[in-house]
T-cell receptor
Framework: GENVEQHPSTLSVQEGDSAVIKCTYSDSASNYFPWYKQELGKRPQLIIDIRSNVGEKKDQRIAVTLNKTAKHFSLHITETQPEDSAVYFCAASLSGGYNKLIFGAGTRLAVHP | NAGVTQTPKFQVLKTGQSMTLQCAQDMNHNSMYWYRQDPGMGLRLIYYSASEGTTDKGEVPNGYNVSRLNKREFSLRLESAAPSQTSVYFC?????????????????FGNGTRLTVT
């Protein structure tokens, strides 16, 4: 079946450093790639998304890049802050399905002051 | 607006018991979803409802049933709970994606129900 692989599973950085999380998807027809942030005990919340007709999208300290040829997309967080500490999930849309997403296993990001 | 509201927040069941997880949204969204979240496995789609009156299976539908009661409410039922169904369950909703275009739309999640089956 289709899948999304996410790396690394854990990431530890110092406050102010950059963090990069990478995902690879298998469904060549995927055209929507959201990223969700989940704080401990809370709901997943959308932080940024990108569609397949765009190569890069930025929102303040967060950016996402997409390489359709390699079926690879990444989340970049610059100038990390302790409140960025959370689990981050990438996802990719499935072809033939109605707004169906397949999620990566998640990356636990720890930002140390 | 409360967004997506799930009840209960916590539940403990014994093997073989049944229960229904409730979900309601006040964002006038057409589409609703049920996901389960297990450690190290991300979120997996159980069932979804593209619009009122329709439901379809997701990745892991076995052992579950759903009811789209009206536009606001989408419930998930476990008829005979098993320990493998111990998980955190999230309900989500979205606007109806662009028809014919294949475009997807963001999901808005509820706060989750933590279910333990012993």
């Amino acid at each position: 079946g289709e899948n999304v692989e996410q790396h690394p599973s854990t990431l530890s950085v110092q406050e102010g450093d950059s963090a990069v999380i990478k995902c690879t998807y298998s469904d060549s027809a995927s055209n929507y790639f959201p990223w969700y942030k989940q704080e401990l005990g809370k709901r997943p919340q959308l932080i940024i998304d990108i569609r397949s007709n765009v190569g890069e999208k930025k929102d303040q300290r967060i950016a996402v890049t997409l390489n359709k040829t390699a079926k690879h997309f990444s989340l970049h967080i610059t100038e990390t802050q302790p409140e960025d500490s959370a689990v981050y999930f990438c996802a990719a849309s499935l072809s033939g399905g109605y707004n169906k997403l397949i999620f990566g296993a998640g990356t636990r990001l720890a930002v140390h002051p | 607006n409360a967004g997506v509201t799930q009840t209960p927040k916590f539940q403990v069941l014994k093997t073989g018991q049944s229960m229904t997880l409730q979900c309601a949204q006040d964002m006038n969204h057409n589409s609703m979803y049920w996901y389960r979240q297990d450690p190290g496995m991300g979120l997996r789609l159980i069932y979804y409802s593209a619009s009122e009156g329709t439901t379809d299976k997701g990745e892991v539908p076995n052992g579950y049933n759903v009811s789209r009661l009206n536009k606001r409410e989408f419930s998930l039922r476990l008829e005979s709970a098993a320990p493998s169904q111990t998980s955190v369950y999230f309900c989500a909703s979205s606007v109806r994606p662009g028809q014919g275009s294949g475009l997807s739309s963001p999901l808005h999640f509820g706060n989750g129900t933590r279910l333990t089956v012993t």
